[in-house]
């Protein structure tokens, strides 16, 4: 049995709650999109123009990522990988209408057993791997791992973005961050007009014990140890942050 079946993620409720409720709580996700789509037409908008991307998203959930890189580019061909069944069925749902798809049920610990047994059941490679709010998931060696496992799976010249969050170089940033989270959901529910509260969620993340943020300087030295170049936190928002590399040769 994998880490990821004895966590609140194999519940369908949870992952359920986590799709209907993002919105309200991920802070300032529509801009985290946004930055993602510019990465994306700056770095790949090129190629897009010459053939089909291949993207892998890694810990797809409801496949939001992808469904923000079709705005941009309807044209890509994806693979979409996730742990829980409700997410990846969702993915599903909300892409049926795109042909040639990929939906994978597996956590990142099983693709990297499966790798080391000589199993790897992807045998592409891709233009752009993504991955939102999952990675954290995994302990320091299995994230480093997981960062080696992408760029063996990456072409010449592709890229890796990480939407994540981090955990802060000291104490006292880390308890600032939580707070101005807990701010920006207060302001958040009044501005959409929820009624259910969610400022409990900063405080329940730094407990859960489902949760392994790394530092953002350990996460980025991780990239670098495993041969990714311009390496670089592209966006930061308290704990919230983007970051990635690009495959040489």
């Given at each position: ?116 047994k ?24 299995e ?46 529910q009044?501005?959409m ?11 329940q ?45």
């Amino acid at each position: 049995m994998s880490k990821f079946e004895k966590s609140e993620w194999a519940e369908d409720k949870h992952a359920k709650e986590f799709m209907e409720n993002a919105d309200i709580y991920i802070l300032e996700r529509k801009r985290l999109f946004e930055i993602l789509k510019s990465f994306y037409t700056h770095f790949l908008g090129e190629k897009a123009n010459q053939r089909p991307i291949k993207v892998l998203d890694l810990g797809c959930g409801d496949g939001a990522l992808t469904r923000e890189l079709l705005k941009k580019d309807p044209k890509i061909k994806a693979t979409l990988i996730d742990g829980s069944a409700e997410m990846l069925n969702n993915a599903r749902k909300q892409l049926e209408s795109y042909e040639g798809f990929i939906f994978i049920q597996k956590t990142f610990q099983e693709l990297l057993e499966d790798e080391s047994k000589g199993n790897d059941i992807i045998a592409d490679e891709f233009d752009f791997v993504i991955s939102s709010l999952a990675i954290h998931h995994l302990h320091t060696k299995e994230k480093e791992d997981l960062f080696g496992y992408i760029h063996e799976h990456l072409n010449s010249g592709g890229f890796f973005l990480n939407i994540e969050t981090v955990k802060a170089p000291t104490d006292e940033l880390e308890s600032w961050y939580r707070v101005l989270w807990g701010e920006w959901i207060q302001k958040n529910q009044i501005n959409m007009g929820v009624q259910e509260s969610f400022e409990y969620l900063p405080e329940q993340y730094k407990n859960n014990p489902d949760n392994h943020p790394d530092t953002l300087n350990i996460q980025l030295n991780a990239l670098k140890s495993v041969g990714f170049q311009q390496v670089d936190c592209y966006y930061k928002y308290g704990i919230f942050a983007i970051f990635g590399g690009e495959k040489y040769g």
